[in-house]
């Protein structure tokens, strides 16, 4: 494969059309740590495993406030996501100055979009290294984005991005026809049964590594605390997706 | 009013209207909200043009209207109509709601006026978005949300009259009788108005402006008709 001709920089074409430096930046997200979510009718729920550097660290944050309304799970580089976190939260409180009223979401996921593709068409730019997935409610119901480094955005009702979030995927492929009428604890507890799919073999759900956001239409975008946390990965242990088909 | 910035090199600012509309009512009813103007746009004291529909539809669901400027009133509209169309790049079926109209048109009103520079408009936006929604937005850029709303001198005359014989939960039928009543006071004491009027309202279908009207009025009194208490230059 004659890559390495056509990857310099994102002014260029393969002969099979596509751009590798593009290419590239989508696997820099894949490196990431997984996060995922997924919603019901009522809530948004992003559940997220972060990292250690070392011993000597805390472990990095993966979600981010935007609004009240609304929330970001990152996966790749996080300084990038810094800078687009930054961007996200200007664009809510302008709205909200002019406005008096929550920033669209998919509005905000489009210009997101808008600004990551500017990135990939220009010979002195690099894309954002960084996916997000976006939670919202607004008055078109309760949302679920996902934003690449392309460009691209798509509304999901679950999704899981970075490493290892294929296992999630066939977690959520199995179970996802439950979420709308599931209930929050349930919701979460899908959420943490997805991640633990994607663990490694010796590393263990604790509530230090473990982030879980809630967002629901009455509720604002919500941090679980270290206690909720512990008593969700306890109950996960008797969790049963399979009870909640009898229950319908 | 000279606009001669290229002559003294100083910006001037409009500071008194040309072209003005007169009072602007409107109340809350039961089932959504109902605006009242009459159709004069004076010229100083001439009345020059007397057909003129000052109710905008900017929405689906809401109205605007104002009293003052007339070019600062088309300006707004302008600039209100442009919101909403911009709405469509995004594909996502979103629209702005009345609140955001009035907002929006709160912190442009600000914005002039910090400048000298203002909107020359009392504005009204009034719609329907789940609920009625009515408010007013000043010269000054004050927003202030209400039941029922009253410019220029039908804030003088009027409040009375909607004191005695409105209730926000009444009919829309009451309320049209009271806004016609209004008006009609409006015609024998404001040198400004008109009796011809135009009503529009606001309810879950949607936004309904009708046609004008003309108020009744009476002249036939017998003051009027014999004059016995005037002195005449005849003798």
Redo the contacts between chains.
């Keep these: 494969m004659l890559k390495h001709l056509y990857d310099t920089d994102c002014v260029t074409w393969s002969p099979q059309g596509k751009l590798f430096q593009v290419e590239y930046a989508m696997e820099a997200v894949k490196q990431g740590s997984i996060c995922l979510g997924l919603k019901s009718s009522d809530y948004v729920v992003l559940c997220s495993l972060k990292r250690q550097p070392s011993e000597l660290a805390g472990y990095q944050e993966k979600q981010f406030k935007i609004d009240d309304h609304m929330a970001i799970a990152i996966a790749g580089l996080t300084a990038d996501a810094r800078v687009l976190c930054k961007y996200m939260r200007t664009e809510c409180l302008e709205y909200k100055y002019t406005y008096e009223s929550h920033h669209p979401v998919g509005r905000l996921v489009f210009k997101v979009a808008e600004k990551s593709q500017h990135k990939t068409q220009s010979g002195a730019k690099r894309p954002y290294g960084v996916g997000l997935l976006v939670a919202g409610i607004d008055p078109n119901g309760v949302h679920l984005f996902e934003t690449c480094p392309s460009g691209n955005y798509y509304e999901y009702k679950c999704q899981a991005i970075g490493s290892r979030s294929q296992a999630a995927r066939t977690y959520f492929e199995s179970w996802f026809h439950l979420f709308e009428k599931s209930t929050l604890e349930q919701l979460v507890l899908h959420g943490l049964s997805a991640i633990k799919k994607a663990i490694m073999e010796d590393e263990e759900l604790n509530e230090k590594n473990v982030e879980v956001g809630i967002l629901g239409k009455n509720q604002k975008f919500l941090h679980l605390n270290a206690q909720e946390l512990k008593d969700y990965i306890t109950k996960l242990e008797a969790f049963n997706p399979n009870s909640q088909i009898q229950q319908e | 009013m000279i606009f001669n910035s290229e002559i003294s090199g100083q910006q001037e600012h409009t500071t008194s209207p040309v072209v003005t509309g007169g009072s602007v009512i409107a109340l809350v009813y039961n089932g959504g909200v109902l605006v009242g103007t009459d159709t004069l746009c004076s010229y100083g004291s001439m009345a020059t043009f007397k057909n003129v529909q000052k109710i905008a539809q900017i929405s689906k669901n809401t109205i605007y209207v104002s009293s003052g400027e007339f070019s600062d009133f088309q300006q707004v509209v302008r600039e209100l109509a442009k919101i909403d169309r911009s709405a469509l790049q995004?594909?996502?079926?979103?629209h702005?709601?009345p609140?955001?109209y009035g907002?929006?048109l709160a912190?442009l009103s600000y914005k002039k006026r910090c400048k000298i520079n203002p909107l020359y408009l009392q504005n009204v936006i009034a719609g329907f978005d789940n609920d009625k929604y009515l408010a007013l937005v000043d010269i000054y850029g004050t927003y202030l949300e209400s039941k029922f709303i009253t410019t220029g001198f039908a804030s003088y005359f009027c409040k009375a009259i909607i004191s005695n014989y409105w209730n926000e939960n009444c009919s829309l039928d009451q309320a049209k009788q009271v806004i016609r009543e209004c008006f009609k006071v409006l015609f024998c004491r404001d040198c400004r108005a008109h009796d011809v009027i135009q009503l529009a309202y606001v309810d879950a279908q949607g936004t309904h402006i009708e046609e004008p009207e003309r108020v009744e009025t009476k002249w036939d009194f017998n003051g009027f008709k014999y004059r016995a208490n005037e002195k005449l230059h005849t003798q």
């Design positions: 995004y594909d996502d079926g979103v702005p709601s609140k955001d907002n929006y912190r």
